[in-house]
């Protein structure tokens, strides 16, 4: 069961270098073991190109490689990306509707460091 969806910090693999970028659009799923991918609603959303062989797949754009993959004993595809977690927890700061929009300003600008 997927609890939400949102954009994730990542980095691709392209040429013995790693470069940072985001996906959007991901669904958090906790209960799976493996983080999946869809080729076909990236063609179709985004505009890339999908090349496959016996051995690799490579994700285009522009006719540019955004990132590779090796193909696995199950036959699926590993593509050379790493998600990239947050150093420090976010914090978030919830107000209920019967809250002014005034009392939690007053809150809020007398402290200086969190919520």
Not at 19 to 41: A, C, G, K, M
Request: a positive charge; proline letters at 2%; charged letters at 25%.
């Amino acid at each position: 069961m997927a609890y939400g969806h949102g954009t994730v910090n990542i980095e691709i693999k392209i040429s013995s270098k790693w470069e940072r970028h985001h996906l959007t659009e991901v669904w958090y799923v906790p209960d799976i073991s493996r983080n999946l991918f869809s080729i076909s609603q990236t063609l179709k959303k985004k505009g890339f190109k999908f090349q496959a062989s016996k051995e690799e797949c490579s994700l285009l754009r522009d006719d540019r490689v955004c990132t590779k993959g090796i193909r696995t004993v199950h036959g699926l595809y590993a593509l050379e990306m790493r998600v990239l977690y947050p150093e420090v927890s976010a914090e978030v700061c919830v107000a209920s509707a019967d809250q002014s929009l005034q009392l939690w300003h007053e809150r809020l600008s007398s402290k200086q460091d969190s919520c």
